[in-house]
């Protein structure tokens, strides 16, 4: 994101000098020229970047699984596939590793046709524990095959709403933490937080088609429907607030 905003800054800086009246001078046109030679690479970044990667996209991609129709929906742009139908009994979930953190560790799921995978998704974020994979693989199972209430107490923690809020929460956590000692990383994290935001108001919200709307409509009064949080974290900063106030006023 930040290279890619870079690039741009570089790219109309060339442009801008090339035609900007400037002396005559040989050293002064060679001096030009370098630097338009070298914003094309730029411009060529900009140009993949905008549109193919983080800007002009959606905010965030969701996944439906429906224990009624036992059909899994997976939002994707229309470049990609688009939105993804699957029946929940045809999917085979394993943990999966990125490719160039391998580190990285996410529950991902194969599409078959018998023993051809036709197609594949991600669910939920990315972790670095193989445990935690395996804790969202037992919810979802749970919420698909068992009895609802197997799931015990939930609580919905992240929020994908788009706010400079957000923003600067998932780019602490990224860091670390940005208080106490890790107010240092200020310097690093500003400029991340703004570029996330700034790329993420170019992005829109996604919107499920009518039918898979109407096919996953949450009832109402439904006591199982978990509230949102308006930012990452919400519920849990309300209880520490409400256990210090419960104790300052003790």
């Given at each position: 994101?930040?290279?890619?905003?870079?690039?741009?800054?570089?790219?109309?800086?060339?442009?801008?000098?090339?035609?900007?009246?400037?002396?005559?001078?040989?050293?002064?046109?060679?001096?030009?020229?370098?630097?338009?030679?070298?914003?094309?690479?730029?411009?060529?970044?900009?140009?993949?970047?905008?549109?193919?990667?983080?800007?002009?996209?959606?905010?965030?991609?969701?996944?439906?699984?429906?224990?009624?129709?036992?059909?899994?929906?997976?939002?994707?742009?229309k470049?990609?596939?688009?939105?993804?139908?699957?029946?929940?009994?045809?999917?085979?979930?394993?943990?999966?590793?990125?490719?160039?953190?391998?580190?990285?560790?996410?529950?991902?799921?194969?599409?078959?046709?018998?023993?051809?995978?036709?197609?594949?998704?991600?669910?939920?974020?990315?972790?670095?524990?193989?445990?935690?994979?395996?804790?969202?693989?037992?919810?979802?199972?749970?919420?698909?095959?068992?009895?609802?209430?197997?799931?015990?107490?939930?609580?919905?923690?992240?929020?994908?709403?788009?706010?400079l809020?957000?923003?600067?929460?998932?780019?602490?956590?990224?860091?670390?933490?940005?208080?106490?000692?890790?107010?240092i990383?200020?310097?690093?994290?500003?400029?991340?937080?703004?570029?996330?935001?700034?790329?993420?108001?170019t992005?829109?919200?996604?919107?499920?088609?009518?039918?898979?709307?109407?096919?996953?409509?949450?009832?109402?009064?439904?006591?199982?429907?978990?509230?949102?949080?308006?930012?990452?974290?919400q519920?849990?900063?309300?209880?520490?607030?409400?256990?210090?106030?419960?104790?300052?006023?003790?």
């Amino acid at each position: 994101m930040i290279g890619a905003l870079m690039a741009l800054a570089i790219a109309i800086l060339g442009v801008s000098v090339w035609f900007w009246p400037v002396p005559d001078t040989q050293e002064y046109i060679l001096g030009e020229a370098i630097l338009f030679a070298f914003c094309i690479p730029m411009a060529w970044l900009v140009w993949w970047a905008l549109p193919n990667r983080d800007f002009f996209t959606c905010t965030y991609y969701p996944i439906r699984f429906n224990r009624k129709t036992r059909q899994v929906y997976v939002f994707r742009d229309k470049r990609d596939g688009g939105i993804l139908t699957m029946p929940w009994d045809e999917g085979f979930f394993h943990i999966g590793q990125g490719l160039r953190d391998k580190r990285l560790l996410d529950l991902r799921c194969h599409v078959l046709d018998g023993e051809t995978v036709k197609d594949t998704f991600v669910t939920g974020m990315y972790y670095l524990q193989k445990e935690q994979v395996q804790q969202l693989w037992e919810f979802v199972r749970r919420y698909m095959d068992e009895d609802i209430d197997s799931l015990g107490k939930v609580e919905i923690w992240t929020s994908p709403a788009p706010t400079l809020k957000n923003c600067r929460i998932m780019v602490g956590i990224t860091f670390g933490g940005l208080s106490g000692l890790g107010a240092i990383l200020w310097p690093l994290a500003a400029p991340v937080i703004l570029t996330r935001w700034l790329v993420l108001r170019t992005c829109k919200v996604p919107v499920w088609p009518a039918e898979i709307e109407a096919a996953c409509r949450i009832e109402p009064n439904d006591p199982h429907h978990l509230p949102e949080p308006e930012y990452i974290g919400q519920f849990a900063v309300e209880r520490e607030m409400a256990k210090t106030s419960h104790k300052t006023a003790a």
